[in-house]
T-cell receptor
Framework: AQTVTQSQPEMSVQEAETVTLSCTYD???????LFWYKQPPSRQMILVIR??????QNATENRFSVNFQKAAKSFSLKISDSQLGDAAMYFC??????????FGTGTSLTVIP | DADVTQTPRNRITKTGKRIMLECSQT?????MYWYRQDPGLGLRLIYY???????NKGEISDGYSVSRQAQAKFSLSLESAIPNQTALYFC???????????????FGPGTRLTVL
């Protein structure tokens, strides 16, 4: 069974500092996609970053980057220069090509001014 | 205008009532999904549809039904609502195609449903 585990229910970071959110997943597939979604208080689900499993290079989107360790089945999100607007619930998600998504239980990120 | 819309945004109902949540999309995607979100449980898949004639049960389909009226519309019904169906419900689309897409989901704004 595919599962996604986020072991940190809550995290906090000082404004302008860097924080890393952890995610591990369990799969027997070799071709899949991984995602991080952000859910601010508005409750809208917003795609932060996406990683294809066949790519060795870690994805980056401005201040957001991932550390993808395929052998370890680990997919952490690093937020650099944290801003107040980064405060949100963050969900890690996994998807086998063409099939359904599986989401983790989320990490609530607080940014301290 | 939003690409994926949901109506209503909030709904309070009573146990035993039939409720329909509606989702529309202007993204032209074939694949649509319904999820529910509960605190501490993340998002769980209720139903998904790969096209108008293809509807599949997800992880937690009991007590729910769906209708794919058109490529752009996918409705979720609670046949007889019960309090443990109180949750935040999300509709989503996917840009996956057999020809190759980014395989990313795009979410609606969510519907907050409370069953008393």
């Amino acid at each position: 069974a595919q599962t996604v585990t986020q072991s940190q229910p809550e995290m906090s970071v000082q404004e302008a500092e860097t924080v890393t959110l952890s995610c591990t997943y369990d799969t027997s597939e070799s071709d899949y996609y991984l995602f991080w979604y952000k859910q601010p208080p508005s409750r809208q689900m917003i795609l932060v970053i996406r990683q294809e499993a066949y790519k060795q290079q870690n994805a980056t989107e401005n201040r957001f980057s991932v550390n993808f360790q395929k052998a370890a089945k680990s997919f952490s999100l690093k937020i650099s220069d944290s801003q107040l607007g980064d405060a949100a619930m963050y969900f890690c998600a996994y998807r086998v090509t063409g099939n359904q998504f599986y989401f983790g239980t989320g990490t609530s990120l607080t940014v301290i001014p | 205008d939003a690409d994926v819309t949901q109506t209503p945004r909030n709904r309070i109902t009573k146990t035993g009532k039939r409720i329909m949540l509606e989702c529309s999309q202007t993204k032209g995607h074939d694949r649509m999904y319904w999820y529910r979100q509960d605190p501490g449980l993340g998002l769980r898949l209720i139903y998904y549809s790969f096209d108008v004639k293809d509807i599949n049960k997800g992880e937690i389909s009991d007590g729910y039904s769906v209708s794919r009226q058109a490529q752009a519309k996918f409705s979720l019904s609670l046949e007889s609502a019960i309090p443990n169906q109180t949750a935040l419900y999300f509709c989503a689309t996917s840009d996956f195609t057999l020809a190759g897409g980014k395989d990313t989901q795009y979410f609606g704004p969510g519907t907050r449903l409370t069953v008393l």
